[in-house]
Structure formats: C-alpha cells, structure tokens
C-alpha cells in the first residue's frame, strides 16, 4: 500500500494528509477549494482535477468531508470516486457520519469491486497534527489490517470495532461522551462565575480531581479567554446530534441528554456560530444564566 489518495483537506484533513506525507505515501489530493491542495502540492502531494482522479491513481482513498451529502457526492457523483475506482480499491471515509450511511457507501463500493471501511476520529486537531488521532473502524477485518499502516501514519489509539458501520456507530457513542461533557463544563463555568471564583483555577483544580476531562482543561481556559476559533465547528457537532438523535430514536432508545444539548447546539448554530468552535457553546448559557464570563 503505496500510493493514498485524499479528498477533503479541512481542518482535519489536511494535517492528516501531511502526516501521510511525512511517513512516505505518495499522495494523490483532492478539495473542494484550491488553496490547500496547492499546500499539499508543495509538500510533494499531487494535486488533482476531480475525485475520480484521486481514485485513478490510488490504491487506497480516503475521504475526510463534512457530511453525508459531500460524502455521497464525491464516491457517487459526476466525476466521482466510483468512476476511477481500480479493482480492489479501499475507500476509507473517515467523516462523522450515520451507521446506515456507511453500510449503504460500503455496499455500492463493493458493488463496484472496491473495499470499503468506515474508519471515524476523534481527539481534534491538534491530535490530527501530531498524528495521535483516536480511530475507530468499522468494516472486513482483512481489509483493516490491509490498512493498518495507512491509520498507523495519523493516529495513535487504532481499534476494529466490527463490520460495516460499527466504526460509525462507535464515533456516535463517542458524540454523546462529547456533547454532554461540554455542557457539563459550560454549567460548571457558570456556577464559578456567579460564585466569584476564579475560573482557571476552578478549571485548573477540577483537572486534577474526577472532575477532569479532555472538554474541560482543552476547552474550559477558552471559554474563559472567549477564543472561539475553531477546533471542532458548530455546525458539525449540530450535524452529529441529528445523526445521534434519528440514529437512536429508531433504535427505540430515550435519552433527555442527548435531546437537551442537541437544542442548545441548534440555538447556538442559529445565533450564527455554525463556523465557530463548540466551546462557544458557553455563550447560550450564558444568556440562560444571564452572566458573561472571562
Ligand atoms: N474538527 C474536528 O475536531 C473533528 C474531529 C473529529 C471528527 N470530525 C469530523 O470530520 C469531518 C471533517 O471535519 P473538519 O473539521 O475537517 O471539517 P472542515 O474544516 O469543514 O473541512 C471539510 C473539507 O471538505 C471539503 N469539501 C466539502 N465538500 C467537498 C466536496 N464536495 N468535494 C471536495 N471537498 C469538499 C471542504 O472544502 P472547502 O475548502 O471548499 O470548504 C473542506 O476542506 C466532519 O465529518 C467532522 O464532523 C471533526
């Protein structure tokens, strides 16, 4: 496994294709926009016209979108994945997307004689660039250890979770863990505030005790400093809520969490934060609370 198509080169993608890089793929690159494909180009990837041609000079694809939408149209659509795909192929979507999703892309994959795994990340993109990403895989288990040197090259915690779609079906999980936790520290910073405590050093003193967590001490001191860069958009925790919520109402589950953030992630998408990061999420409660911190 040699030569590694990507399209999508975003926030994520685009470290995750320079590490691909670094570890000696020869890369074929594909985005929507030109600017970072043409820094990919002067790290030594090959820029290309379509996603078809991505996938003409590649043995393995991998795609890093927003959506389902992107998803489908670059492995469906006119110029297409599907259209270059060699025989044997493996497609790699690494997107946030639904469990049924996967299954359905694997299957047309396969239709076509390629491979398919769906292969989701965690751990933002400072985990992207150092390659330390946490990847969860769904798929044949011979094709992830086909791929294993492939994931080795960007992340760091790699685990099969079991056929098509699991992969997926672990990142919602994963989501739940997400929301609720950031949520969790915007109520904390509000108690905080309104107590007169300084809020570093509730977030510092929290950290170290059960309290802690990776949403808290990475996105808690930004909260405060009111830094609303993105890490990870709004607007594609929003797109996962839904996928959680459709995902499991059909599989009969209740869960008022998941119900509750996923409205206060809309309202915050809809006060036009959709391009911001999460932790911009303190500003609803904030207006809830009638408080402004930091
Ligand atoms: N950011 C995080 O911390 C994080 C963590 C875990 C998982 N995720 C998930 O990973 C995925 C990507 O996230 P991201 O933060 O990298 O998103 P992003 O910054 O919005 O990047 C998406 C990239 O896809 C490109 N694109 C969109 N439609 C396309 C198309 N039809 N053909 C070719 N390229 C297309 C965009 O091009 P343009 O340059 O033209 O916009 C952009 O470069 C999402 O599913 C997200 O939920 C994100």
């Known amino acids: 496994m040699e030569r590694v198509g990507f399209i999508g080169l975003g926030l994520m993608g685009k470290p995750m294709a320079k590490n691909l890089l670094r570890h000696g793929f020869k890369m074929a690159v594909f985005n929507r926009s030109k600017a970072p494909m043409e820094e990919l180009a002067s790290l030594g990837a090959t820029p290309c016209g379509s996603s078809k041609e991505v996938a ?8 890093m979108l927003p959506d389902e939408k992107a998803v489908e149209q670059v492995l469906l659509g006119r110029g297409g994945v599907l259209e270059g795909l060699a025989p044997g192929c493996v497609v790699v979507d690494m997107s946030t997307v639904s469990p049924g999703f996967s ?13 398919m795994l769906d292969a989701p990340v965690s751990g933002s993109t400072m985990a992207a ?5 946490t990847i969860m895989v769904g798929g044949k288990p011979e094709i992830f250890e086909k791929i294993r040197p ?24 994963n989501q739940v863990a997400v929301s609720l936790n950031l949520l969790g520290v915007c109520e904390t910073l509000m108690v905080a505030a309104k107590a ?3 809020l570093r050093k509730v977030i510092e003193v929290i950290s170290t005790g059960a309290g802690g967590s990776w949403q808290l001490s990475t996105l808690g001191p930004r909260m405060v400093m009111r830094d609303f860069r993105p ?5 594609h925790l929003r797109k996962d809520l839904r996928i959680l919520r459709e995902t499991t109402e ?10 509750l953030v996923s409205e206060l992630v809309k309202t915050l998408d809809e006060m036009g934060h959709g391009e911001n990061g999460t932790q911009a999420l303190v500003e609803v ?3 809830l609370c009638n408080i402004r911190i930091g």
């Open 56 to 63: 003409e000079s590649s043995e393995c694809v991998i795609t």
């Open 103 to 115: 299954r359905e892309m694997a299957r047309r994959v396969e239709e076509k004689g390629g491979e």
């Open 129 to 133: 660039e150092q390659g330390a990403l």
């Open 150 to 173: 492939v994931f080795e090259a960007m992340g760091k915690n790699i685990y099969y979770m079991g056929g098509a779609g699991m992969g997926s079906f672990t990142k919602l999980c």
């Open 196 to 198: 007169g405590l300084d």
């Open 231 to 235: 890490g990870f958009k709004v607007k």
């Open 250 to 259: 059909s599989l009969g589950l209740c869960l008022p969490g998941v119900a």
């Open 285 to 287: 409660l904030e207006k």
